[in-house]
């Protein structure tokens, strides 16, 4: 966004490819993890273009996205929105890599997008109804640090997935963001 181009390509930093195996390693290892952000680094991104070849290439798959508020995972048209970052890599790609039978009508619909062929779904939810959206394969709680109420959706999440991704930028050391974030520091 910084740049006159709106659309660049992505080519992965190192940092940002070693996010992409550390998630890779979680899902497979069927555990939780915390990422603390900063602004401009494309960790948002990152975990979309995930869920995105999760979509692509996993039968029976399913992704979760939370945010503190709806409209923060899904506006139509807001390029800021989780599911408006995976629209503009969906649409990107080249024809062959689109499911098949994909109908941007019908498998395209306010937080929830389906795969025809694989049966893969992402998901999204905002606020208190984070989490209760069924089982997921993996779920990407957006700017964690944020929510107003974070119990609520820590308690939907423990019975939704076993692979839980806080993903945020900080604020401040009161909230359970920052205590989980400053648990995973090694003992002195």
């Known amino acids: 966004p910084r740049t006159p181009s709106k659309s660049l390509p992505f080519k992965l930093w190192p940092k940002q490819q070693e996010f992409l195996h550390w998630l890779v390693g979680l899902e497979a ?19 979309c273009a995930y869920a995105l070849h999760g979509w692509l290439f996993k039968p029976g798959w399913k992704c979760g996205f939370g945010s503190r508020k709806l409209e923060y995972v899904d506006e139509l048209g807001n390029p800021d929105s989780l599911f408006e970052k995976v629209r503009f890599m969906l649409r ?29 779904i992402l998901n999204g939810e905002g606020g208190d109804q984070i989490g209760r959206g069924g089982r997921c394969s993996i779920y990407f709680v957006d700017e964690a640090a944020f929510l107003e109420r974070p119990h609520l959706a820590e308690a939907s999440l423990v019975e939704t997935t076993n692979v839980r991704i806080d993903v945020s930028t900080p604020n401040g050391p009161g909230n359970p963001f920052a205590t989980k974030r400053y648990s995973l520091l090694p003992e002195r």
Not at 29 to 47: D, T, Y
Not at 112 to 117: E, I, M
Request: proline letters at 6%.
């Open 29 to 47: 290892q069927q555990v939780n993890g915390l990422c603390e952000k900063s602004r401009g680094v494309g960790i948002s991104f990152l975990c």
């Open 92 to 120: 990107r790609l080249p024809d062959w890599m689109a499911p098949q039978g994909f109908k941007w009508r019908e498998h395209d619909n306010r937080s929830r997008l389906l795969n025809p062929t694989t049966g893969a």
